[in-house]
């Protein structure tokens, strides 16, 4: 079981950004999907979460509205697009196997992290 992060880059305020994450060794209808963020500092905190059906997708209340959580089960990718970016976003981005990030760290797996910088 891996992931693994990519697409964080260097944005200016108002832009946007499309995050993925590559899923190997199971597929995306067994497993939900959690976006996390870590910023300089601070605690790691879920950003966003796709359940195991893609039926069901959450989002915190910081990023309602202006990020979108997808999933293409026939690429076994999950994507995070984050649109009107502030500062505030700057952080490093994880994919993890569940929408909490103590049951993904002790039963599940994270992808190793991808940087998202939000500056003029």
């Known amino acids: 079981v891996q992931l693994q992060a990519s697409g964080g880059g260097l944005v200016q305020p108002g832009g946007s950004l499309r995050l993925s994450c590559a899923a190997s060794?199971?597929?995306?209808?067994?497993?939900?999907i959690g976006w996390f963020r870590q910023a300089p500092g601070k605690e790691r905190k879920g950003v966003s979460c796709?359940?195991?059906?893609?039926?069901?997708?959450y989002y915190e209340d910081s990023v309602k509205g202006r990020f979108y959580l997808f999933r293409d089960t026939d690429k076994n990718m999950v994507y995070l697009q984050m649109n009107s970016l502030k500062p505030e976003d700057t952080a490093v981005y994880y994919c993890?196997?569940?929408?909490?990030?103590?049951?993904?760290?002790?039963?599940?797996?994270w992808g190793q992290g991808t940087l998202v910088t939000v500056s003029s």
């Open positions: 993890a196997t569940a929408c909490n990030s103590e049951y993904a760290t002790n039963f599940g797996s």
């Open positions: 060794g199971f597929t995306l209808d067994v497993v939900s």
């Open positions: 796709i359940s195991l059906s893609g039926g069901s997708t």
